[in-house]
């Protein structure tokens, strides 16, 4: 009996879920953007009646957003996301655009910094280390650098059509906020150029609690998706 309860307040739970459309745009990369979309249809490793990412999808509705400082003022408060920016801004952490293959040993280091992420050991794609990055042209990529000048953390950002995913956001582990710092300042770079609806950070189902408190102090919410290709 218990357990039927808990599946149909899970059920309860996902039907009040705000939903998204999120569209693919081929024409920004035919076989990449088309593979994409395919990894995020796929059916749940786990729930097969569902799509991958689809329930949960923990976004933001950057339209929401009118600049930089109201999306500041969005995320304000004890223990939220723009306390930590500010914190890593006075300990001199600094955001920029990056090429990878100027920092292939530096991201190798970030990937190798700790040997548990979220309670488990680390994918073997992080452990091995890339000596050269391709370069797509629908994909941005931007690092921290602490007040040494050595990159510390690091993102790998997707534009699929009206929305963007991280596909990679990492750094090395301390509580300076400067992986805080570095979602504010891809979100206001996102705002300020009014060209897309949403940002996606994978899912909240399945993240462990400090990666959900993550994602909500810096104002992402969980959404149902539906996804199409154009």
Same mark, same amino acid.
């Not at 749940?44 to 500041?72: C, F, N, T």
């Not at 100027?102 to 890339?130: C, F, W």
């Given at each position: 009996?218990?357990s039927?309860?808990?599946?149909?307040?899970t059920?309860l739970?996902?039907?009040?879920l705000p939903?998204?459309h999120?569209?693919?745009?081929r024409?920004?990369?035919?076989?990449?953007?088309t593979?994409t979309?395919?990894?995020?249809?796929m059916?749940?490793?786990r729930?097969k009646?569902?799509?991958h990412?689809?329930v949960?999808?923990a976004?933001?509705?950057?339209?929401?957003?009118?600049?930089?400082?109201?999306?500041?003022?969005?995320?304000?408060?004890?223990?939220?996301? =723009?306390? %930590? !920016?500010?914190?890593? $801004?006075?300990?001199g952490?600094?955001f920029?655009?990056? @090429? /990878?293959?100027r920092h292939?040993? =530096?991201? %190798? !280091?970030?990937?190798? $910094?700790?040997?548990?992420r979220?309670?488990?050991?680390? @994918? /073997?794609?992080?452990?091995?280390?890339?000596?050269?990055?391709?370069?797509?042209?629908?994909?941005?990529?931007?690092?921290?650098?602490?007040?040494?000048?050595?990159?510390?953390?690091?993102?790998d950002?997707g534009l699929?059509?009206?929305f963007?995913?991280f596909?990679?956001?990492?750094?090395e582990?301390?509580?300076?906020?400067?992986m805080?710092l570095?979602v504010?300042?891809?979100?206001?770079q996102l705002?300020?150029?009014?060209?897309?609806?949403?940002?996606?950070?994978?899912?909240?189902?399945g993240?462990?609690?400090?990666?959900?408190?993550?994602?909500?102090v810096?104002?992402?919410?969980?959404?149902?998706?539906?996804y199409s290709?154009?």
């Amino acid at each position: 009996m218990k357990s039927i309860l808990h599946h149909y307040n899970t059920l309860l739970q996902v039907l009040r879920l705000p939903v998204a459309h999120l569209s693919f745009d081929r024409a920004i990369h035919p076989a990449q953007i088309t593979a994409t979309y395919r990894y995020y249809t796929m059916p749940h490793p786990r729930y097969k009646l569902i799509r991958h990412k689809s329930v949960g999808a923990a976004l933001l509705d950057l339209e929401q957003m009118q600049s930089r400082a109201h999306y500041l003022d969005h995320i304000k408060g004890k223990n939220r996301g =723009a306390g %930590h !920016a500010r914190r890593a $801004s006075a300990r001199g952490y600094r955001f920029a655009e990056i @090429d /990878r293959n100027r920092h292939v040993d =530096a991201i %190798h !280091a970030i990937n190798t $910094s700790v040997d548990l992420r979220q309670g488990r050991p680390m @994918d /073997r794609q992080y452990l091995e280390k890339q000596e050269r990055f391709e370069a797509y042209p629908h994909y941005r990529h931007y690092g921290m650098f602490n007040a040494d000048g050595r990159l510390v953390g690091y993102a790998d950002l997707g534009l699929f059509g009206n929305f963007a995913g991280f596909e990679r956001l990492i750094g090395e582990r301390n509580n300076d906020g400067f992986m805080h710092l570095l979602v504010i300042e891809i979100v206001a770079q996102l705002i300020e150029q009014k060209r897309l609806r949403y940002l996606m950070y994978d899912t909240f189902f399945g993240a462990q609690p400090g990666m959900r408190n993550f994602k909500t102090v810096l104002g992402f919410r969980p959404y149902r998706a539906k996804y199409s290709l154009l």
